[in-house]
């Protein structure tokens, strides 16, 4: 049956008579053999593999021009920094079509005869999907908005350059930190949002409880007390006493009462923990090489995203993170940076003691008198540290077997220390803190097959702030959260 149907079609259609471009045949609302055109994304069409084909791209509107005969806009979809140029016929023109407003072009993609653009869409047909009234929307066409201004409107700036770049980078960073934990024999771990355990000891956390009165009469939803982490390191030390290396990347929160530019409630953490190990020089290695392996990435991957914050919002940025990948990062110890800081000149707010805790105008001193370059710092006061810190039983100044990674331009980027993994010590330890019997299960870990392990956090919006130059870390989160904020 459908042999005759098709060679009736043949009879009526000739080959010869059809051409290349329109071969095709209708039956019923089906159609068969035609070609529809190809869907790119704009990053695509620009690298200019279709030219002379019919395509398809779909985005947004970053400009757009009407002249007498012609209109010129520009299409972004989010794939690339660069947008891709239309021109049609001024007929062509939907009244719908502004600045900001969604469309879907079909034409021919074609060799731009202008320098700066290696193609251009032709457009054979323009539709608008959403409207977009440039009048109200708060981004205008002509203008470069601060990250201050775009700041005001969580909701919309990922709409802008700045904030589609700093996406983009993002993206990038988290991958290539997956790679580097992958490919150096790391676990992913998945810790726990809601835990009970406090695990920096600073008391500053979000505890959680369902609503309404259904669980007043049993006291609450969880046996006890549940908060949301600030930390997955005591879950993944769990996770050490099977797997030699293992990490985790998520959010973690903090109830800081401020709306500083250094703080946010929710942020996203790096945390890896290394068994067998009774040297702090292993954690610095795999902090230093994970900073290295992440930039050299980002750089290699968003060159275009990374020279626009180099440019626009922090210029001359770039030289200082290339000087941080070319050199190797110094290692001082605490006592030795307060002898640095006590013989400086600089005056400082906070007292530089020996004991004290080093604020962050200390550590970005630090690492200026270092060469501006990360530096580690080693060796904290016992006391300073929380009571997993291995104890050097060193004197008369007790010290912790802790370190720091220190950065320019954001002072504490990455903090670790070995895990104090004596029995009789830790005990005594969590005595010392009325904390025993909470870590009763801690306690654990080191009787029934304990080894000498190590961890690190490292701040992963600051590592953005360290390698893009920008000095607010609510510009490198897509919502940020913090105290008196309005939520989406």
Known sequence: MFEMMFQTVARAFPVSSISPVSRCVSFGVRRFCEKNPTKLRVSEALLGAEVGEDVRVQGWVRSYRPQKNNIFLHVNDGSSLKSLQVVAPAGKSDPLLSFGCAVEVKGILKKSPHFKQPVELEAKQIQVIGECNPV?????????????????????????????????????????????????????????????????????????????????????????????????????????????????????????????????????????????????????????????????????????????FHKYVAPGHRDTVDDALKKSFPVITYTEAIDVLKRSSEHFTFPTDWGCDLMTEHEKYLVKHCGNIPVFITDYPYDLKPFYARDNQDHPKRTAAAVDLLVPGVGELCGGSLREERLSLLRSRLQECGLEETYSWYLDLRRFGSVPHGGFGLGFERYLQCILGVDNIKDVIPFPRFSNSCLL
């Open 136 to 308: 109200d929307f708060p981004f205008k066409i002509k203008e470069r908005h601060s990250l201050e201004y775009i700041r005001q409107f969580p909701h919309l700036r990922c709409r802008t350059n700045a904030f589609s770049s700093l996406l983009r980078i993002r993206s990038e960073a988290t991958a290539a930190i997956h790679s580097y934990f992958k490919s150096n024999g790391f676990l992913q771990i998945h810790t726990p949002t809601i835990t009970s355990n406090d695990c920096e000891g600073a008391g500053e956390l979000f505890q959680v409880e369902p609503p309404g009165t259904t669980f007043a009469e049993v006291g609450s939803f969880f046996s006890v007390p549940v908060y949301l982490t600030v930390s997955g390191q005591l879950h993944l030390e769990v996770m050490s006493g099977a797997f030699p290396r293992v990490y985790t990347f998520g959010p973690t929160f903090r109830a800081e009462n401020s709306q500083s530019r250094r703080h946010l409630a929710e942020f996203f953490m790096v945390e890896a923990e290394i068994s067998f190990t009774e040297s702090i020089e292993d954690l610095t290695k795999v902090m230093e090489d994970l900073f290295r392996s992440v930039t050299d990435s980002v750089l290699a991957h968003c060159e275009e995203d990374v020279d626009l």
